[in-house]
């Protein structure tokens, strides 16, 4: 009998972390492959991609929020420290000791996804294996019980080929799409243009910039920060410019900073019927206010920085009924005003990346100056130069660059994404654009896209960005989407599962869930099973899954709380309904990742492990 095949495409974070899910996740034989169009990108994507992130590029977060797995928060620090391969390290980071609150360079995160996919490769069980494949996926013909994917190969000797696979599933991790600046057409080829400063070439143009050049990045926030750190960092005298219509800089995370949850009442005056534009931000400016005064009063220890963070999060899970209120006209034009905005209150970056700009835009150096208004227009000066139009507030304001940064940050509207694979799915409504938000395209709450109709497509499912639209409305996530790590790593998790379930088939369980809940003994023996299938889940080797396993179904078949479930079936009912709760229970946003290990009964010590 044929094994079936899953094909992720995409091998940046987001598919990487569903391929090492369903390599742990997998009882029965599965091929896994994993395409990449870029083999720079494997295991990194833009990102984290060695060639794009020199040195001093660290994480916008703190290294003590970068595991891949929320079930183990310090999985990352602990590599870094006591796994990582640090020949060819510069200083001073060869000899760094990695804390939870540091910082941490995003080049190593590239090594960091390698050896966790060897070792999800290594532990997974007997036909359950991964195929690593190069090419682009230009198109999806989903037939009855299969897809067939078109694959553009890379060019060998010179011709471009295209092959078929054949899939029982595809999951879509395309990462990023890049945004088209309409105020650059004419400069786009220039030499003082850059396009993609996390490029190879973009890194490399940055770097040979002369010292005394003038620059102006396109953006202000930690894309535009990284780039102005990188010319600091190489000693860069000349004036930067940072350009951006709303001015909004990242905050910084004070020194000892560690993540957390606060709980709030449910902002009731936000509930209120949309009447205008006007009248609904003066309720969101009082109902912030309040909660801001409310965080700091009651957490009287807590650091001023963080408390926007605390709040805009405490309010995620009241976003979507407040969002319900609004127009779909009103809701896109708020999103694309205040989006950046958002973002900004809800994430911050860590000091090593913003003090040095800090300092540099201070009135005693005044090197980087911020520049609040629109670019209308960059343009080829006589001099060879750019000029860079500006509309501010005062005036229009024409800024000669010998360098232009363009970080403009990526396309959500998909209707306008130019990939073969984007155009392809949407003319053949296999995806829709996202109807209330126009980010992302509309998915259910397993990941799986809905055609126009809002009927899914059961062999596709779709993980990171492109789901921007359905976190917002669905879960009140508001901002950061480019890298949001924390939303990847449930996203694996829950289309990892749907996809095992699919694979392996189980009889539907969610209608008899409440069949195991319903009184305090059948609780009780469900509540122990679903402990074992959390911590089976979460297990990184195959010995300890295999017990775990075993646990389970010994406990599943000896309770005889559970007598009253029917027969017909009982064994796969079950254990599929376990599963499904075990999912909810990895995938609870409403704490912290350390707090979510002492719920789930996952006790090692590894606050002794880390510095």
Not at 164 to 188: N, R, S
Not at 211 to 219: K, L, N, P, R
Not at 252 to 257: G, M, V
Request: charge should be negative; include cysteine.
């Amino acid at each position: 009998m044929r094994r079936p095949r899953v094909l992720i495409v995409g091998a940046g974070l987001a598919g990487t972390a569903t391929a090492i899910r369903l390599l742990r996740f997998a009882r029965k034989p599965l091929e896994i492959v994993l395409l990449e169009r870029r083999h720079d990108y494997r295991y990194a994507g833009v990102a984290y991609h060695r060639d794009g992130n020199p040195w001093d590029h660290v994480f916008n977060i703190q290294a003590g929020r970068m595991s891949a797995f929320r079930e183990d928060v310090n999985d990352f620090v602990r590599w870094a420290n006591h796994e990582a391969d640090r020949r060819g390290w510069p200083a001073p980071w060869t000899d760094f000791t990695f804390v939870e609150h540091g910082p941490a360079p995003r080049r190593i995160y590239h090594d960091y996804l390698t050896d966790r996919i060897a070792e999800a490769r290594l532990e997974a069980y007997p036909g359950v294996d991964l195929v690593e494949a190069e090419g682009e996926a230009v198109n999806l013909d989903v037939r009855a019980d299969h897809v067939e994917a078109s694959i553009r190969q890379p060019p060998g000797d010179g011709a471009t080929r295209t092959r078929t696979l054949t899939a029982d599933h595809v999951i879509l991790a395309t990462g990023m799409e890049l945004k088209q600046p309409a105020f650059a057409t004419d400069v786009l080829e220039h030499e003082a243009f850059i396009r993609h400063p996390y490029s190879t070439d973009g890194v490399r143009r940055l770097l040979a910039a002369p010292a005394d050049a003038s620059v102006v990045i396109v953006g202000t926030v930690l894309s535009a920060y990284d780039s102005v750190a990188l010319l600091l960092r190489q000693g860069h005298t000349g004036t930067i410019h940072l350009v951006s219509k709303s001015g909004t800089t990242p905050r910084s995370y004070p020194e000892n900073h560690q993540h957390g949850v606060v709980r709030l009442p449910a902002p009731a005056l936000l509930f209120e019927p949309y009447r205008n534009r006007t009248e609904f931000l003066a309720r969101v400016q009082t109902g912030w206010k309040a909660a801001c005064t409310a965080v700091a009063r009651d957490h009287p220890d807590m650091d001023r920085r963080i408390v926007t963070e605390r709040v805009a999060k405490a309010w995620e899970p009241y976003l979507p009924r407040v969002i319900e209120q609004i127009p779909t006209d009103e809701l896109r034009q708020l999103l694309d005003e205040f989006g950046t905005q958002i973002a900004s209150l809800r994430v911050g970056a860590v000091p090593y990346t913003t003090s040095i700009v800090e300092h540099a835009m201070s009135c005693d150096h005044d090197s980087v100056e911020l520049v609040v208004g629109k670019i209308e227009r960059v343009k080829p000066a006589e001099s060879g130069r750019l000029d860079v139009v500006v509309a501010t507030q005062a005036a229009t304001r024409v800024i000669p660059a010998d360098l232009v940064v363009c970080n403009f940050g990526r396309e959500s509207d998909y209707t306008h994404v130019d990939s073969p694979l984007w155009m392809n799915l949407l003319v053949n409504e296999l995806v829709t654009p996202h109807q209330r938000t126009g980010r992302g395209i509309e998915i259910n709450n397993r990941g799986t896209p809905l055609r126009p109709d809002g009927e899914p497509i059961e062999m596709l499912s779709a993980i990171g960005v492109m789901r921007e639209g359905d976190e917002i409305v669905r879960n009140g996530r508001t901002g950061a989407f480019a890298f949001n790590l924390a939303a990847i790593k449930n996203h694996s998790i829950v289309v990892a599962a749907h996809v095992i379930e699919r694979l392996e088939p189980h009889c539907a369980a969610a209608e008899h869930h409440h069949a195991f809940t319903a009184d305090e003994t059948t609780r009780a023996a469900f509540e122990q099973a679903v402990s074992l299938e959390v911590r089976r889940l979460a297990a990184r080797s195959r010995a300890e899954r295999e017990h775990l396993d075993a646990q389970l179904g010994t406990h599943l078949r000896s309770d005889h709380r559970f007598d009253a479930v029917p027969t017909d079936g009982r064994g796969q009912l079950m254990r599929a309904a376990v599963n499904q709760a075990a999912i909810q229970r990895l995938t609870d946003v409403s704490v912290t990742p350390r707090q979510l290990r002492r719920q789930l009964g996952i006790t090692n010590d590894e606050d002794a492990e880390i510095p």
